[in-house]
């Protein structure tokens, strides 16, 4: 407890540079945040980056204005914070009245924080052109260091601190909630400044404690064969239909045809459009794409216009530049992830693209490879920053099994049985690390629970806190 102590002290109150406040409908109020924290919280001297956030309350308009000085008002204003932590990585925030979940956060008597993490949205944003102001390659790689969860949770300590400066000493800790690559944060957030944290929720985000992502893709892959049986199942048609597509793109000259954003369609991109079959209505989207592509070779000899645009922005990673390239490292302490999904895919033939037989060619899932930088021109400018990180081991902590294991913060989640971005045997693993860790598990939500399932999931989670097991 020492040891995180002096964690603790170490993160100053970030700056508070402007905080501009709206109204919205629905009752809400919106205020935008920009701070400024340290770029690198080991080198505050090195430099510090602005972070964006927007936050949320009940807009309620008093019959009698209050009194600035009027205790009551203060308290009034001192509603606990619950702060989001989005999925990802690399994923902005929308504004709250854009969430599912806003609403009934508010009901239960918080005010709720949507930051951008760091690299993402407004909080000074990493893209090519952005990363290559920075300098030399080396360089770059150094910076992009500083965008894994054991940075994102110091910028939400700095900024509970400065967000509860005069808060009375009870009410300075805030609760958090996390979906996919933000329950991994707090999982970090846990093992690292528990201080801070009065209550925990994750949706789909039990973080699996391993130092080397090829375990986790492993599993992943497998789960991914078991989404593309059950796509093939309900779209048999689909089997004819996407061997249609990739044939054209083969005998078109694989790669030739360019899309809007300028990136290559190769047979291994639009392979990729399966990142969306775990998601709620992804198998059915999936279909849609592949019908009209279908369609329009038959039809017209050609993709048209609409069809590319739709097959870009399903398998586009190039405005969500962290997601592509630090999608590995998210997993790694010690070890270099040397393009892991790249390399674990050969162990399942499912996925090959020249099939000489009838079984159908598998989509991929949430797996970023060499050939993503290659396939995009956005991409492509810092293709040797991302075979620098991916060859690199020096990576730190992003998990403290013996703090985890002595956990005094209550923690709630949701986990899905049939998730196929996080692996539900490793979120079980992980619960079970988490001393006084309540799960809520079902085999009949996806991994984006938290936005079509919202009341539900959410009923669910706050259930766990609120009841008692009997």
């Given at each position: ?58 807009h309620e308009k008093s019959i009698v204005p209050e009194s600035p ?224 592509a279908s369609n329009d070779i038959e039809s017209f000899g050609h ?112 986990s899905y049985v049939e998730d196929m971005y996080v692996d539900f ?46």
């Amino acid at each position: 407890m020492l040891k995180i102590a002096k964690k603790m002290s170490s993160i100053q109150p970030a700056k508070i540079l402007s905080q501009k406040s709206y109204q919205v409908a629905g009752k809400l109020k919106i205020t935008e945040h920009f701070f400024e924290v340290p770029k690198d919280y080991s080198k505050p001297e090195s430099g510090t980056i602005k972070l964006f956030a927007r936050s949320a309350r009940k807009h309620e308009k008093s019959i009698v204005p209050e009194s600035p000085k009027d205790e009551s008002a203060k308290a009034k204003d001192q509603l606990p914070w619950m702060a989001y932590l989005q999925g990802g990585p690399g994923h902005p925030c929308r504004s709250p009245q854009n969430y599912a979940f806003t609403q009934a956060v508010l009901d239960k008597g918080y005010q709720l924080l949507c930051l951008d993490s760091r690299g993402t949205g407004l909080s000074t944003p990493i893209t090519p052109s952005t990363l290559q102001m920075r300098g030399a390659e080396d360089v770059q790689a150094s910076y992009l260091k500083l965008f894994r969860a054991d940075s994102i949770v110091k910028d939400y300590e700095a900024i509970r601190k400065a967000l509860t400066a005069d808060y009375p000493e009870e009410k300075k800790q805030w609760s958090v909630m996390g979906q996919s690559f933000g329950g991994f944060c707090i999982v970090t957030y846990l093992s690292f400044f528990p201080e801070g944290l009065r209550e925990c929720f994750t949706y789909g985000g039990l973080q699996p404690l391993v130092k080397s992502p090829d375990e986790v893709y492993r599993r992943l892959f497998r789960k991914v064969i078991h989404r593309n049986k059950h796509y093939y199942e309900k779209y048999p048609e689909d089997v004819e239909r996407i061997k249609t597509v990739m044939n054209y793109l083969k005998r078109f000259g694989d790669g030739k045809i360019k899309l809007p954003s300028e990136g290559s369609l190769t047979r291994r991109r639009f392979q990729s459009i399966g990142i969306g079959l775990g998601m709620h209505g992804g198998v059915d989207s999936i279909h849609a794409i592949v019908l009209k592509a279908s369609n329009d070779i038959e039809s017209f000899g050609h993709l048209t216009r609409n069809s590319l645009a739709e097959i870009d922005s399903a398998t586009s990673f190039d405005t969500c530049t962290i997601y592509a390239i630090l999608h590995e490292p998210i997993y790694c302490e010690g070890n270099a992830p040397n393009w892991s999904a790249h390399r674990i895919q050969n162990e399942y033939p499912e996925f090959a693209l020249d099939k000489t037989d009838d079984s159908p060619i598998y989509l991929t899932g949430e797996m970023v490879f060499p050939h993503t930088f290659e396939d995009s021109t956005d991409l492509q400018k810092i293709q040797d920053v991302a075979n620098r990180l991916a060859s690199d081991s020096q990576w730190p902590p992003l998990f403290d099994l013996e703090q985890l294991g002595k956990n005094e913060v209550p923690v709630y989640s949701a986990s899905y049985v049939e998730d196929m971005y996080v692996d539900f045997d490793f979120a079980q693993e992980t619960a079970r690390s988490i001393k006084g860790c309540k799960v809520f598990t079902t085999n009949v939500m996806f991994h984006n629970a938290i936005g079509s399932k919202m009341e539900e999931v959410v009923k669910q989670a706050f259930a766990l806190r609120e009841d008692v097991i009997d």
